[in-house]
């Protein structure tokens, strides 16, 4: 017989159905047990019965969380919430659960029972959550999104090479990898290979995929191994270009998410879904630097933002215009990746920008050096004589458009969406420097 999920028993009422799904909650009143069943579809009351010798027997053997399997009739029941339930015919255990369950599953309106540490090491149980299952139906659909924008851009998606040859961002954040007798480096970002795909006629791409960042940050928003979303597009005219395809994809996908899950968001996370109306507001570093000094906000940095800074650049920021986003543009080039361009008017500016969402950098951009002999200049600049870069600089010898684009960390934009307070909840199993899978052993 074929299963039938829990949100359709309404249609099966008066018949007899076959349902798989875990025991939710147990009630034993002597005579009777009643058993809440859970799907991902929804809940549902059945109920064993001490006449039916056989289901009862097993019926008084089951633990919270089991996975049954169940032959029963759908039969009206006015005192139950939804006007039905199932009278259980037959009664097959797929999986007993040990008791007592390792962590307390977080219920909807409960705030967390078990510290976080403990939920992550039992992830598998952690995600059964009416939030987190919650979770991660947005998380499906933000990725499905974004790369449906791109796609109907007419933009080609990249599965680029995971196991690379050199380090696309900072050599200091990268994990080696032994590579046969040789050795090789995890992606910390598919810059070279999306710039590549540029390079191949391709004018557009995009790429959803993990990369890998050596850093041993303690923070609530860093990853060893996050879900990047890269774009790059070929032939524009500035990193505005780059910009605007980022905040139109960025409204469509708060659009979609908000049709589909605004009312489940607000209910379960207390958040409204807010879709930006007007343009992202594009402040410079120097313009944000005054706005935080005139706030009392110290700087330790002329460059660069601490996260007290980013948060409170984003609060005026929305105090002043409204709006939860904000592109914060000409850094210095000296604190930038090399592959950034220079300004022309400025070579001290680069032309790249990050974008920011309520207070947290989501996306690094910029219009990408395509020249080569320039390219190889700003490595230098970095102390890199450009040796282990050949392939990259290759990429752009042979004729290659202008281009740039940008990076969205996943996680970073769903624990926004959602106002989770740190990326770990964000992330179906995260790898951090004291957790891989589970949180490592100390060294003695
Ligand atoms: P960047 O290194 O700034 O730029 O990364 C882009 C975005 O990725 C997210 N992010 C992280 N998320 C979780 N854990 C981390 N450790 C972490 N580090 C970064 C942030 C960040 O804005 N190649 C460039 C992008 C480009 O220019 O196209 C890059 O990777 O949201």
């Not at 994809?249 to 009312?263: A, C, D, N, R």
């Not at 450009?386 to 042979?398: A, L, P, V």
């Not at 740039?404 to 934009?413: D, L, Q, S």
Request: some cysteine; hydrophobic content about 35%.
């Amino acid at each position: 017989m074929e299963r039938t999920h829990i949100a359709q028993l309404k249609d099966h009422i008066g018949k007899e159905v076959r349902v798989r799904a875990v025991v939710d909650t147990i009630r034993n009143q002597g005579k009777i047990i009643f058993i809440v069943l859970r799907d991902r579809s929804g809940k549902v009351q059945s109920v064993a019965w001490h006449g039916d010798e056989e289901v009862f027997k097993i019926a008084k053997t089951l633990t919270h969380e089991s996975v049954v399997d169940i032959i029963g009739d759908v039969k009206e029941a006015k005192q139950v919430k939804c006007g039905y339930e199932v009278g259980i015919k037959e009664l097959k255990i797929d999986s007993l659960a040990k008791a007592p369950l390792p962590i307390t599953i977080e219920e909807l309106h409960t705030e967390n029972i078990s510290v976080l540490d403990k939920r992550l090491d039992y992830r598998w149980v952690d995600l059964r959550s009416q939030k987190n299952s919650l979770m991660m139906d947005i998380s499906t659909l933000l990725g499905h999104t974004l790369r449906g924008y791109c796609f109907e851009k007419g933009l080609i998606e990249i599965q680029a090479p995971r196991i690379i040859s050199a380090a696309s961002e900072s050599g200091a954040s990268v994990f080696e990898v032994k590579y046969f007798e040789g050795k090789a480096y995890l992606a910390q970002s598919p810059q070279f290979h999306k710039q590549m795909g540029i390079a191949s006629g391709l004018e557009g791409v995009f790429n959803m995929g993990p990369v890998f960042r050596a850093e041993k940050s303690f923070t609530t928003r860093h990853l060893t191994e996050y879900t990047s979303f890269d774009v790059e597009i070929g032939y524009i005219d500035s990193y505005k270009d780059v910009c605007r395809f980022e905040q139109e994809m960025i409204v469509s996908t708060l659009e979609t998410v908000k049709k589909k899950y605004g009312e489940k968001i607000k209910e379960i996370f207390g958040v409204e879904v807010k879709i930006p109306k007007d343009d992202f507001p594009m402040i410079t570093v120097a313009e944000a630097k005054e706005k935080l000094a005139k706030a009392g906000v110290v700087s330790k940095n002329v460059g660069d933002f601490s996260p007290e800074e980013e948060k409170a650049i984003g609060e005026i920021i929305e105090e002043e215009t409204g709006s939860e986003f904000f592109f914060m543009t000409d850094y210095p080039h000296a604190r930038r990746a090399f592959y950034h361009m220079k300004d022309e008017k400025n070579p001290t500016v680069a032309l790249g920008f990050d974008l920011f969402w309520k207070g947290l950098e989501i996306t690094t951009g910029a219009q990408r050096e395509h020249r080569v002999d320039y390219l190889r200049e700003n490595a230098k600049e970095r102390g890199n004589d450009g040796s282990t870069m050949d392939e990259y600089f290759e990429y752009f010898e042979y004729g290659c458009p202008p281009h740039g684009g940008f990076a969205i960390g996943t996680e970073r934009f769903l624990m926004k969406l959602l106002n989770l307070s740190s990326i770990l909840e964000a992330t179906f199993l995260p790898n951090t420097p004291n957790r891989l899978g589970k949180r490592l052993a100390r060294k003695k």
